[in-house]
C-alpha cells in the first residue's frame, strides 16, 4: 500500500503564496506519474498539476504562471508551489501518484482558503 501524506495547506490573502508538499511512502521512481488534484466546494476533483517521471510537467490552464510543480527524487515529495493566490484557489488540494501498472493513490487532502 503507497500512502501520501500532504501538508502546507492554509489560509492565505488574496495575491499570497503557500507551498504544498506530498510525502510518498515509496520512491519516486515507483510512479510514472504524481501531481495535484483540487476539489473546491460543491465542484468536482479536477487536474491542477502533474509531473512525469520523466520531468515532464502539464498544468491546468487557470493556473499557468502561476502555480509550479517539482519533486524532490532524495526526499520522496513532490511539492506546488502556489503564487499570486486567487479566490478562484479555494479547495481541497490532492496529491496523487500512479504506479507504472496504473494504479493510483490518493492522500488526504489539505485545505487551502484565500481570503479576499
Known amino acids: 500500500q503507497v500512502q501520501l501524506v500532504e501538508s502546507g495547506g492554509g489560509l492565505v490573502q488574496f495575491g499570497g503564496s503557500l507551498r504544498l508538499s506530498c510525502a510518498l511512502s515509496r520512491s519516486i521512481s515507483s510512479f510514472n506519474n504524481m501531481g495535484w488534484y483540487r476539489q473546491p466546494p460543491g465542484k468536482e476533483r479536477d487536474v491542477v498539476a502533474s509531473?512525469?517521471?520523466?520531468?515532464?510537467?502539464n498544468y491546468a490552464d487557470s493556473v499557468k504562471g502561476r502555480f509550479t510543480i517539482s519533486r524532490n527524487n532524495a526526499k520522496n515529495t513532490v511539492d506546488l508551489q502556489m503564487n499570486n493566490l486567487e479566490s478562484a484557489d479555494t479547495a481541497v488540494y490532492y496529491c496523487?501518484?500512479?504506479?507504472?501498472?496504473?494504479?493510483?493513490?490518493w492522500g488526504q487532502g489539505t485545505q487551502v482558503t484565500v481570503s479576499s
Open positions: 496523487f501518484a500512479r504506479t507504472w501498472s496504473g494504479a493510483r493513490f
Open positions: 509531473i512525469a517521471n520523466d520531468g515532464r510537467t
